[in-house]
C-alpha cells in the first residue's frame, strides 16, 4: 500500500461547479500537511497548507481528519485556470527525520 | 527572483552511459530534496538533505544511482550505468526547515531524461 493515495481522476467539470479531492495517508504519525499543484510538463508548486482547524484561501478550502487519516481539497466556482493535476503532500517520517511524500496527483479539467 | 536551477533541462543518452543531473538550490535553504516522475509512479522521494548532509536515500536504487551535496550551492544526482527504465522527469526541490517545521518546497523545472 502507497503511503499516500489519491484517486488519479480525471475529474472533467464545468465552469463554476464544485469539486472536492481526497487523499489518505497510512502513517498516523504524519503531522504535516500540504496539497501542491503541478500545471502539465511543469514543476510542482505549493497551493495551501493543511491545518488541523481547517483552512481557506480564497475559493479553495482544505480539511484534515486525522481519525481517518485523509486529507480533502474543495474548489468552488471552478475556473477554466484551475486545470492542473492537485499533488497530496504528507510528511512522513523515516526514523527521526521527516520527508515530504507526494500522492499520485488528482486531475482535473474544467471546461467552459 | 530566487529559484532553484537544474541542470541538464533535457538529455538523451543510451544504456549504459553516465548522467549527471545538477541542481543549485535557493540560497539559505537548507533541505534539498531529489524526485523522479512518471506517469506510472507518479513523483519518488529517491534522497534527501539537510545542511548538506544525506538523511534517506532509501528510495534511490543503489547500485547505480548517487546522491551528493559537494557543497551548500550545488547537489548532484548522478545514475552510471544509465537504464531506459532511468527515463523520467528528475526534479530537486529546496525548502528551509526549522525544527519540526517543514516550510514552502520549491522545484526546479526538472531534468527530463530520455535514455535508449
Known amino acids: 500500500r502507497k503511503e499516500v493515495e489519491q484517486d488519479p481522476g480525471p475529474f472533467n467539470v464545468p465552469e463554476g461547479a464544485t469539486v472536492a479531492f481526497n487523499c489518505t495517508y497510512s502513517?498516523?504519525?504524519?503531522?504535516?500537511f500540504f496539497w501542491y499543484r503541478q500545471d502539465c510538463r511543469k514543476e510542482p508548486k505549493l497551493l495551501m497548507s493543511v491545518y488541523s482547524s481547517g483552512n481557506e484561501d480564497g475559493r479553495f478550502t482544505a480539511q484534515l481528519n486525522r481519525a481517518s487519516q485523509y486529507i480533502s481539497l474543495l474548489i468552488r466556482d471552478s475556473k477554466l485556470s484551475d486545470s492542473a493535476t492537485y499533488l497530496c503532500v504528507v510528511k512522513g517520517y523515516s526514523g527521526n527525520t521527516g520527508k515530504l511524500i507526494f500522492g499520485q496527483g488528482t486531475t482535473l479539467q474544467v471546461k467552459p | 527572483d530566487a529559484r532553484v536551477t537544474q541542470t541538464p533541462r533535457h538529455k538523451v543518452t543510451e544504456m549504459g552511459q553516465e548522467v549527471t543531473m545538477r541542481c543549485q538550490p535557493i540560497?539559505?535553504?537548507?533541505?534539498v530534496f531529489w524526485y523522479r516522475q512518471t506517469m506510472m509512479q507518479g513523483l519518488e522521494l529517491l534522497a534527501y538533505f539537510r545542511n548538506r548532509a544525506p538523511l534517506d536515500d532509501s528510495g534511490m536504487p543503489k547500485d547505480r544511482f548517487s546522491a551528493e551535496m559537494p557543497d551548500a550551492t550545488l547537489a548532484t544526482l548522478k545514475i552510471q550505468p544509465s537504464e531506459p527504465r532511468d527515463s523520467a522527469v528528475y526534479f530537486c526541490a529546496s525548502g528551509l526547515v526549522r525544527g519540526e517545521n517543514t516550510g514552502e518546497l520549491f522545484f526546479g523545472e526538472g531534468s527530463r531524461l530520455t535514455v535508449l
Open positions: 502513517n498516523s504519525a504524519s503531522q504535516s
Open positions: 540560497l539559505g535553504h537548507n533541505t
